[in-house]
């Protein structure tokens, strides 16, 4: 009831529609040993940026990596980490996923990861992609994707593995999965 009277509320999803707001979560630590060869860089500004109202149980995921919030290993990484403190968190029931950036929700996978890149590089990508969905399909709180912006290609694929999607009514908006136009054949899981 908590969680339906917070995504009513001016807080939930239809104020993220149409504004952003600022403040960050304090939640445990705890890391997923695939994510732990990828240390954030602090010298670059956070690309996930986590609100939980304690009082509703519901988190707000801001993604913020400008100019497109596409993502890259870092970005994954950073939002699966995010993914894994909430899901520690057994007060936090909900999660809201949500873009910072105007227009864009997610331009899908970093392009510039998928060339001049060492094998090794390209299997940690490629591990994270896989880490990212399993974890938002997998996850134990309800959560909802507010798509208000384009969302292509890797950008759908992050929006369908969550259990609802809500995207803001602007014919300007895209979703959808392009990946054949791109000549791109996701590998074999
Ligand atoms: C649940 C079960 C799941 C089972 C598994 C299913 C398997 C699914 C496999 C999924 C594979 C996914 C593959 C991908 O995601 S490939 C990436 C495809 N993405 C795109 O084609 C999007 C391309 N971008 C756009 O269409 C537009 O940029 C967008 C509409 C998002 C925004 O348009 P806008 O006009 O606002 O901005 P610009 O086009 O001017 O772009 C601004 C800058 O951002 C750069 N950019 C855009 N997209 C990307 C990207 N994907 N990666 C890296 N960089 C990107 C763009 O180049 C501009 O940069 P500059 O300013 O430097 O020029």
């Not at 507010?146 to 369908?160: E, F, K, Q, R, W």
């Not at 995207?167 to 959808?176: C, L």
Request: charge should be neutral; charged fraction near 15%; aromatic fraction near 6%.
């Amino acid at each position: 009831m908590a969680l339906r009277a917070a995504l009513r509320s001016r807080s939930g999803l239809s104020g993220l529609l149409s504004q952003r707001s600022s403040c960050s979560s304090d939640i445990r630590m705890c890391v997923s040993p695939l994510l732990v060869p990828q240390e954030r860089n602090y010298s670059t500004p956070p690309k996930i940026r986590v609100e939980f109202d304690q009082s509703t149980g519901v988190a707000v995921m801001h993604m913020q990596s400008p100019p497109v919030n596409s993502l890259s290993l870092d970005f994954l990484t950073e939002l699966c980490i995010s993914v894994e403190k909430l899901e520690m968190d057994k007060s936090c029931r909900g999660l809201i996923i949500t873009s910072a950036q105007p227009k864009v929700f997610s331009a899908g996978l970093d392009i510039t990861e998928m060339y001049g890149k060492s094998p090794e590089h390209c299997g940690a990508f490629w591990r994270s992609v896989q880490e990212m969905w399993l974890k938002l399909y997998g996850s134990n709180m309800v959560t909802i994707a507010a798509i208000n912006g384009s969302s292509p290609a890797g950008g759908c694929l992050m929006a369908m593995t969550c259990d609802y999607r809500i995207m803001a009514d602007n014919p300007r908006y895209n979703i959808g999965l392009n990946e054949t136009q791109l000549g791109i054949v996701a590998p074999f899981w």
